[in-house]
């Protein structure tokens, strides 16, 4: 076994590879850039080499300098987690030609299957079903549309060289091949350095299964049985299960041995995912066709580790350092249920635009530990309070991964640690998770991928928390504040009876109002002290006596009439963020005074939502624009964004050129709108 590896990566990922390696006893490295130089993983490791600028492409992909750290901090093996360098066949190549393990696959595995059009000839040989498509070498645009029109629509544009959902798009009608070609292309070029793509025939209703497999270096393979992660918005996995609902021993069987066959196919070794997509047929029969093989370690890992029991990256490490597999297939076994769900810095209800700021706070569940049989509770994160996202790496704050005896148990753990999920700071979409994991699609497991867009209705815009009850919340964490602010003593111990704000009268009530704002709407509670010291709390037409208690936690007991909740209220600056069971909300408390001289901000302007790069304008001064025309398209946290008109105008005038990099809330162009 390894006495030292370095860590060719950041955030969670290295967190967890080092959590492992400390229970092996062996030392790691962590490399970081400049924006990680504070960073959660490089604490979590024994020494931490700094590789260059903020940009991945100046720090996380320079493997040149990678591997000049592992030499000089004597580490005899490198893991490189996923993403970044974990699939570059060149920086396997040179770990090898520099005298250090890869902890992955061969080189040649990662060509083989790195290109997906190379990678499906290969799989047609060893007997691997495959979707119909275009796999071939010639780029040619009017080529690729025919093959298109010859598959039938819909198609799938793919990025060969893609992974992630990047490179990726579905085209409905030949009438929009072109751009949408053109757009895949462009964002391939950007992320893997390579603009060729295939071309798929997209199945319906399907579901996205994988399958975990492992090889050594004798020649040994199994498969630790299957996730569905079919749950997807933007080709990107939200939530991930095992092992994947109504899935029979058979077909489990099936698409195991299909997934060693494409593992043996290229000599495999270490961890790796063969993906399948999986047609729903109308008689509730499913086929499965090869999609791609992830030549790595998968984000959604904990889910396999959780049902089996296995540590999958000591498991990579082993097989690394020459061992042979822990165990053989007859050994392994399913033990329950369990989902993973990505936390990420975004705004689902803004289509999905990637969030950057700083974690105020950040609570996570009660129990939260690596160690799943204790709680049934697994949190992997590699950010902590205090810490910033930044625009520079991906948007995935954490992984909340939960096990149960059946997948029931699990779904109601999970909606349980997702209302414990408590973040601050930036947008997150914890409570859009909340609404998937208790819509009737995900819990009767109907599941394919065009879920989400499916469940419209009830995924997005959902306010669990009225007016009322927020109110309360706010108002009864103001007076705790109040309180706790009042019983503070001076030196000698005197404690200003002048200084409380409770409002006590000798005789008759009083009364206090709290200005709020709540979805940008005024509105003013009326607090209502009784003679006998109870209160009464007028707020949106109803009126209701006001009962709450601080409990040890930070927490607050609140009633209201006949509602009833247990909420954390977290105020920051004007606004209380309150989270209950039922779910979470903002409510703005009003200072007249304070905002006497706000003015509404100027009509017409269009300002980047990030930071990040101008990709293109769709438009130049003096065109004429209908309101949901593209304008412009950017470039921010690995993926693009459109632009669109706001209302029907005229362009004035284009303040960027294609390529320069924008901060956030920067004005795009100028656009003048009828009055």
Not at 126 to 132: E, F, I
Request: proline share 5%.
């Amino acid at each position: 076994m390894f006495t030292k590896i370095l860590i060719a990566n950041r955030g969670e990922i290295a967190c967890r590879v080092a959590a492992t390696a400390r229970r092996l006893a062996i030392k790691t490295v962590a490399v970081y850039s400049d924006a990680d130089a504070g960073a959660k993983h490089v604490a979590a490791c024994d020494e931490a080499i700094h590789i260059g600028g903020s940009a991945p492409k100046d720090s996380y992909l320079r493997w040149e300098r990678i591997i000049e750290a592992a030499k000089a901090t004597g580490a005899q093996a490198i893991h490189p987690g996923y993403g970044f360098l974990s699939e570059n066949e060149e920086f396997a190549q040179a770990c090898a030609n520099a005298g250090l393990v890869f902890i992955g696959p061969p080189p040649s595995a990662i060509k083989d299957m790195g290109l997906k059009a190379e990678s499906k000839q290969l799989m047609e040989k060893a007997g691997v079903p495959l979707v119909p498509g275009y796999h071939g070498a010639n780029q040619d645009p009017d080529l690729l549309q025919a093959e298109a029109d010859r598959i039938g629509y819909p198609v799938l544009i793919k990025a060969s060289a893609g992974g992630g959902g990047k490179g990726m798009r579905a085209v409905e009608k030949a009438e929009d091949f072109a751009a949408a070609l053109q757009s895949c292309k462009r964002e391939a070029i950007n992320s893997f350095g390579d603009d060729a793509v295939l071309i798929e025939k997209y199945v319906q209703r399907p579901r996205h299964i994988e399958i975990q497999v492992f090889g050594d270096t004798q020649g040994n393979y199994v498969y630790l049985f299957e996730r569905d992660c079919s749950v997807q918005r933007r080709h990107q996995k939200v939530l991930e299960e095992a092992p994947a609902p109504g899935m029979t021993p058979e077909m489990r069987a099936q698409m195991g041995l299909a997934a060693v066959a494409a593992a043996r196919a290229v000599n495999y070794v270490g961890a790796g995912t063969v993906e399948f997509i999986v047609e729903q047929r109308a008689d509730g029969s499913m086929n499965f066709f090869f999609m791609e093989m992830n030549t790595r370690l998968q984000v959604e890992h904990p889910v396999t580790e959780a049902i089996t029991g296995q540590d999958l990256v000591e498991w990579q490490l082993r097989v690394a350092s020459g061992e042979p597999l822990p165990l053989l297939q007859e050994q392994l076994a399913i033990d329950g249920h369990a989902i993973e769900a990505r936390i990420c810095a975004e705004n689902p209800d803004n289509n999905f635009l990637p969030a950057t700021g700083t974690l105020h706070v950040y609570g996570l569940p009660a129990c939260a530990t690596f160690d799943r049989a204790a709680t049934g509770v697994r949190v992997d994160s590699g950010v902590r309070e205090g810490d910033t996202i930044s625009p520079y790496y991906d948007s995935m704050v954490a992984k909340l991964i939960v096990h149960g005896r059946t997948r029931e148990e699990a779904l109601a753990r999970m909606d349980a640690a997702l209302a414990q999920t408590h973040i601050v700071g930036l947008a997150t979409n914890v409570q859009f998770l909340r609404h998937v994991v208790t819509c009737p699609s995900f819990a009767q497991a109907q599941l394919d991928t065009a879920l989400i867009p499916r469940e419209t209705a009830v995924l997005f815009n959902q306010e669990k928390v009225g007016l009322p009850l927020a109110a309360a919340a706010q108002v009864a964490h103001a007076l705790v504040a109040e309180r706790a602010l009042a019983a503070q003593a001076d030196a000698s111990g005197w404690i200003d009876p002048w200084a409380q704000r409770d409002g006590w009268r000798s005789h008759g009530a009083s009364s206090r109002a709290f200005m709020v704002e709540f979805h940008d709407a005024p509105h003013t509670a009326q607090l209502t002290r009784l003679h006998g010291g109870g209160l009464q709390l007028q707020i949106d037409g109803q009126t209701a006596p006001l009962h709450f208690t601080a409990l040890a936690n930070g927490a607050l007991d609140v009633r209201y009439g006949d509602q009833r909740t247990t909420a954390n209220v977290y105020q920051k600056g004007d606004v209380a963020h309150v989270f209950t069971a039922q779910g979470a909300t903002q409510i703005v408390a009003i200072d007249a005074l304070a905002h006497a001289g706000d003015v509404q901000g100027e009509a017409g302007r269009l300002t980047a939502p990030m930071p990040g790069k101008v990709v293109s304008f769709a438009v130049k001064a003096g065109d004429a624009v209908k309101k949901g025309q593209p304008l412009a398209v950017m470039e921010a946290m690995k993926m693009e964004h459109t632009i669109a008109a706001p209302a029907d105008g005229t362009v004035a005038e284009l303040l960027f050129a294609p390529g320069d990099q924008v901060t956030e809330g920067a004005e795009l162009l100028k656009l003048e709108t009828a009055a």
